[in-house]
């Protein structure tokens, strides 16, 4: 099936700095979406991406969808403790399809 | 708020018992969807159902099955546990053609 590249796998970053995040695929995907889950909670949505080259923020977090639509980042500036969790891009390969193909996610720790 | 709300957050089970796992969520969502997340491996779709009695196997339905005689609930049945499906289960519903899955907070199953 369809498989969803994401790297890093964790990083260690001091609080303050820049964080960046990518997925790559083989498949085109019709919407990717970022996750983010904190320890011990569900996965929570943080920016959907409908359209080649589109380019969102959200708040400190911006993230891009690749021309190819097959792949796209997510950076987080300035970070701060709380942006600790697991990271987790999705992909869903036709609109109105009933499946998302998620990544494997980037754990984030953040050292204060 | 809109809500996915799984009915145990921890649960410690015997080898063989019969497990369920409850989901209900209150936002009118067709879609719901059965993951379990294992380090290293990501989110795996167990089950998903896109209308009341309807269900498709996802990636790894072996050893589930599924129930949904209602619209807000979905419900997860291990018929026989084994150790290997100690995990932990993420429950996610979503409107029809909508790709916004908003997850539970998770249920940390444990077979002993």
């Known amino acids: 099936g369809q498989q969803l590249n994401q790297s890093p796998q964790s990083m260690f970053i001091q609080e303050g700095e820049d964080v960046s995040m990518n997925c790559t695929s083989s498949?085109?995907?019709?919407?990717w979406l970022w996750y983010k889950q904190d320890p011990g909670e569900g996965p929570v949505l943080l920016i959907a991406?409908?359209?080649?080259?589109e380019l969102t923020s959200n708040g400190r977090l911006t993230a891009q969808f690749g021309i190819t639509r097959k792949d796209s980042f997510l950076n987080i500036s300035a970070s701060i403790p709380s942006d600790v969790g697991i990271y987790f891009c999705?992909?869903?390969?036709?609109?109105?399809?009933?499946?998302?193909?998620f990544g494997k996610g980037t754990k984030l720790s953040v050292i204060p | 708020d809109v809500k996915v709300t799984q009915s145990s957050r921890y649960l410690v089970k015997r080898t063989g018992e019969k497990v369920f796992l409850e989901c209900v969520q209150d936002?009118?969502?067709?879609?719901m969807f059965w993951y379990r997340q294992d380090p290293g491996l990501g989110l795996r779709l167990i089950y998903f159902?896109?209308?009341?009695?309807?269900?498709e196997k996802g990636d790894i339905p072996e050893g589930y099955s599924v129930s949904r005689e209602k619209k807000e609930r979905f419900s997860l049945i291990l018929e026989s546990a084994s150790t290997n499906q100690t995990s932990m289960y993420l429950c996610?519903?979503?409107?029809?053609?909508?790709?916004?899955?908003?997850f539970g907070s998770g249920t940390r199953l444990t077979v002993v």
């Open positions: 996610a519903s979503s409107f029809e053609g909508r790709p916004w899955w908003t």
């Open positions: 498949s085109i995907f019709n919407t």
């Open positions: 991406l409908y359209k080649a080259g």
């Open positions: 999705a992909g869903q390969l036709s609109a109105g399809s009933y499946q998302l193909t």
């Open positions: 936002m009118d969502h067709e879609n």
């Open positions: 159902s896109y209308d009341v009695k309807m269900k």
